[in-house]
């Protein structure tokens, strides 16, 4: 057996503290998308039967895929 009480595989990471933006996410990414130093990203396949789908809002960095706004977007808040 591979389990081991003493190293498991999925330790708890600690949360990500962010620092607070000056600006919103959305002006943000318009800012950095204009200068070059982030571009969009083809959006990933998403299950609009999720309770965190929104079809009606989009997001500018996964190239205006439904499903969330730019200033909800999780990955663009990392990439920032």
Known sequence: SLYNPQHPNHEKKPPRNFTPLAKSRTKLFERLKNT???QPVQPKPVNPSSQFYHPDKNCAYHLGAAGHSTKDCL?????I
């Open 75 to 79: 990955i663009l808040k990392h990439r």
């Open 36 to 38: 070059g130093h982030l």
